[in-house]
């Protein structure tokens, strides 16, 4: 039942998951969404470290970072974005594989803004500790197939 | 004596402070580093989000930012790096122009790994905020100066 999947650093991703696919880029819902709507965009290519990307892939990456910031900051009915990499373990990296957070925010959504951060930082700490609750793969899945509506993608691991 | 300068949204910035330019896209130094080297990058265009950027201005802005996190990562001796966008005001924005901030990290630069970005967010609000004491135009033009050498360009305005 493995069904087609993407790599994410040492992690495996179910296509269900995943709901844009570029040419170099995807963008796939979150197991722990730190708030609604909190997506994630990477490289296919696994690469650790931002500065390890050809032009290429940055581009694409954050050509898709945008398009895909417009479908949730719309659908999440949110009116800004936080966006931030964490580039290497000194910076709370622990998925070794690029990857752009994209949060949508909302006016009150946490007690003061900056503690988006805290639950950021929190989030890819528990992305390696398989004791946390995730969400299950069904309800990442239902996220993931209303999101890909928006951009009439068809998305396998191919 | 007012000098070659560009728009930083509602600011003006002395082409002193600018240490890379692209063809879209300009990388400067601080009022306020969070951290040394702490750096800037934005589009020349004045543009308040992210999602009002062309394609071709935000391939140009993060291949320019991947450029410079390789320079001040090395010149400031770090081992990892915070990029973050500020997308809006419920994120944290304050400029009304998007920007890039690149924050080189270390260990132990902070008590905790994500109080980097309650700086961050306090950094934002103080550049709306003429009575904090910001850095002077030289010190920041000698920063300046030293990161351009390795991006072997000379800025103007023009």
């Known amino acids: ?20 696919k570029s040419r170099l880029s995807i963008g796939f819902v979150n197991r722990k969404p730190v708030v609604p709507g909190h997506v994630l ?3 296919l290519r696994v690469v650790e470290r931002f500065g390890e990307l050809s032009s290429e892939e940055v581009a694409d990456l954050f050509q898709a970072t945008q398009t895909i910031s417009g479908v949730v900051e719309k659908h999440f009915q949110s009116s800004s974005l936080t966006i931030a990499i964490q580039d290497g373990p ?5 998925v070794k594989h690029v990857h752009v957070h994209i949060l949508p ?11 988006v951060y805290h639950a950021l930082d929190k989030h890819d700490k528990q992305m ?25 993608c068809q998305v396998d691991s191919s």
């Open 1 to 20: 039942m493995a069904g087609p999947s993407f790599k994410f650093g040492q992690h495996v991703l179910q296509a269900s998951c995943v709901f844009f």
């Open 41 to 43: 965009v990477s490289p």
């Open 90 to 94: 000194e910076a709370g990296q622990t």
């Open 105 to 115: 925010r909302r006016v009150g959504d946490f007690p003061q803004n900056d503690d």
């Open 128 to 152: 390696t500790d398989s004791d946390e609750r995730w969400r299950s793969e069904e309800e990442m899945a239902e996220e993931a197939s209303v999101l890909a509506k928006y951009f009439n």
